[in-house]
Nanobody
Framework: VQLQASGGGLVQPGGSLRLSCAAS????????IGWFRQAPGKEREGISC????????YYLDSVKGRFTVSRDNAKNTVYLQMTSLKPDDTAVYYC?????????????????????????WGQGTQVTVSS
């Protein structure tokens, strides 16, 4: 089982990036997907959750309206579209996957941004927002 975040890079303030979370060995449509980030010297921060059932999503207030999560089940990939990026968004970004056993819907809420319910974590991708 492997989860991999990619798509990071250097972008100017106000710019956009789309991160991808691709999986091998598991079907992402069965999983709720969380996105997290960790900036230098700071604790890991949960920024979004995408449910495994009805498309329910939840966002950290600081990214709400700027970041959007989505799925492409055919590609077994989840995306994090980031717009209006700010220097404070600079961090290593990670995706994580959660599946309850037996399967049941995961309801995204602030609880899911804590990060302690996820089964799998991917390696991160660096996002740097700087002029």
């Amino acid at each position: 089982v492997q989860l991999q975040a990619s798509g990071g890079g250097l972008v100017q303030p106000g710019g956009s990036l789309r991160l991808s979370c691709a999986a091998s060995g598991l079907a992402l449509d069965e999983y709720a997907i969380g996105w997290f980030r960790q900036a230098p010297g700071k604790e890991r921060e949960g920024i979004s959750c995408l449910s495994n059932s009805d498309g329910n999503s939840y966002y950290l207030d600081s990214v709400k309206g700027r970041f959007t999560v989505s799925r492409d089940n055919a590609k077994n990939t989840v995306y994090l579209q980031m717009t209006s990026l700010k220097p404070d968004d600079t961090a290593v970004y990670y995706c994580a996957a959660e599946r309850l056993n037996p399967w049941s819907p995961v309801i995204c809420s602030r609880r899911r941004l804590r990060g302690d319910t996820y089964n799998y974590w991917g390696q991160g991708t660096q996002v740097t927002v700087s002029s």
